[in-house]
């Protein structure tokens, strides 16, 4: 059973800068600006040979019911629940303020054990922080500073004594390797993006059945990317919610290229990405922008129209209507997998989670190579490629180096000299055989070597 422990304390106190130096890497956003921090992230973290589950959460503070500050503690609030143990973290350069101190009556309340951790206590400035806590009542505290990593041993000590006993190594048997079967049913990790409010939480909170992400009209709710875990019909996913993508020049604060940057981040760890649209305001300028970036980054794409409860038109026009529409504006994914949904009412939401699965299969396809060569024969002889300075090209042969995505590698003469029109030809002539819709299909030119090359010609 995993240890899991909750990083619980007022804002801006440092606690996802120890959020992530537990992790090893910088997955939550850090900045001076209080409240960066909304939804809960959780975390496998390490502390010498202590392994745990760790959760970062936003900064306990008060709020109105109903407003985004309340949902935001409700979401800290089913942290501590989960949690076995509390990091209660202070700032010791400020040393307790009335905030800190009515929460942490909140930590004793939830009758689990908590470590009072000063963090910031580097340099003199800390003393008198860290000693003020003592009227806290939650014991010693815990002298640290996140950023620079001191401290960490003091906190493994007392963590130590926390956790349950390790297994004896001699008892776990050896990891044995993964077959192919296995290795296809590992999780799926999928990245939701898109333009700002398209509704990306919502579906998920839908597809998870709870409100685990944080959801507003506003725009802008989600800043971090929130991981989950989902399973549909027995298939796992792992499913990463992004802020919201805008165009750059419209990204002037320093939290929001933190936001983009982490969004943009979890496409390229992804395996499949749904870009997310607003069914009233579809294939803008910025959906293409984002659609090209997951097409260069070589994940498959599946489309989400969002908000279809709103269309007063749903019928099967409607629906074709954006094929053709996806079609146009998107050559570069043609026949791109695209789902009308709403993540609200819950519409669509087998046949998206269908599609993931659908494009996910696509993305890791090999080619059969004696399929490869039969359609590439037949590719040339009903367009053979042009002659470019009065020369023919020849192309030789092509074989599959690679899947996820399908890449292949075309050995010919004069690679510089093959027009881009007929690598387009090939690519969507492949697409349309092997049945690789949506997915990036990667073909790269390489020359096939002169075996005369090394021969110096003899002097006259």
């Known amino acids: 059973m995993s240890f899991t422990i909750a990083i619980i304390g007022r804002p801006n106190v440092g606690k996802s800068t120890l959020f992530n130096r537990l992790v090893g890497q910088k997955l939550a956003l850090v900045d001076d600006l209080p409240g960066v921090t909304r939804d809960r992230r959780e975390g496998e973290a390490r502390l010498g040979d202590l392994q745990f589950i760790i959760i970062d959460t936003a900064g306990l503070d008060e709020g109105a019911k109903g407003s985004l500050t309340a949902r935001m503690q409700e979401q800290t609030e089913t942290a ?24 942490a009556d909140f930590a004793r309340k939830a009758n689990k054990p908590v470590l009072l951790i000063a963090n910031k206590s580097e340099g003199k400035h800390g003393d008198a922080g860290a000693m003020e806590s003592f009227a806290l009542g939650l014991g010693d505290p815990i002298q640290i500073s996140a950023e620079h990593g001191e401290g960490m041993g003091e ?36 990245a939701i ?32 990317s929130i991981a989950v875990e989902i399973n549909w019909k027995g298939r796992d996913f792992r499913v990463f919610d992004t802020a919201g993508l805008r165009r750059r020049s419209r990204i002037e604060e320093k939290l929001e290229k933190l936001s983009v940057a982490d969004a943009l981040r979890a496409v390229r760890f992804a395996e499949v990405v749904v870009l997310m649209m607003d069914s009233q305001n579809r294939f803008e300028e910025q959906d293409l922008r984002i659609a090209d970036l997951i097409e260069r980054e070589g994940r498959a ?27 146009h504006w998107l050559p570069q994914v043609k026949g791109v997998p695209i789902v009308a949904v709403s993540g609200l009412m819950g519409e669509g939401i087998d046949r998206l989670m269908q599609a993931i699965q659908d494009a996910y299969a696509i993305w890791n396809r090999r080619v059969p190579t004696a399929a490869l060569n039969r359609w590439f024969e037949q590719a040339i002889q009903a367009n053979p490629p042009p002659a470019v300075s009065g020369r023919r090209l020849k192309l030789n042969y092509i074989t599959q180096t690679k899947a996820r995505p399908p890449s292949f590698v075309l050995f010919c003469s004069r690679a510089d000299a093959v027009p881009q029109s007929y690598l387009r030809y090939l690519t969507n002539s492949m697409r349309e055989t092997f049945e690789l819709p949506g997915t990036p299909v990667r073909i790269t030119l390489r020359e096939k070597a002169n075996p005369f090359a090394h021969k110096r010609k003899r002097p006259s």
């Open 301 to 327: 794409v599946v489309l989400a129209v969002n908000k279809w409860d709103l269309m007063e038109t749903k019928g099967g026009g409607a629906i074709s209507g954006l094929r053709r529409d996806a079609d």
């Open 193 to 224: 993006v898109g333009r700002p409010n398209a509704g990306k939480s919502t579906l998920i909170n839908h597809l998870l059945g709870e409100e685990r992400l944080l959801t507003s009209p506003e725009a802008g709710t989600t800043r971090d």
């Open 155 to 190: 906190l493994y000590d007392e963590l130590a004594k926390l956790m349950p006993e390790p297994v004896d190594d001699d008892e776990v048997e050896d990891d044995e390797p993964l077959s192919e079967e296995e290795a296809a049913t590992r999780p799926i990790r999928v």
């Open 80 to 103: 501590i629940a989960q949690a076995d143990a509390l990091f209660f973290v202070i700032d010791a350069r400020i040393g307790l303020t009335p905030t800190d101190r009515a929460f």
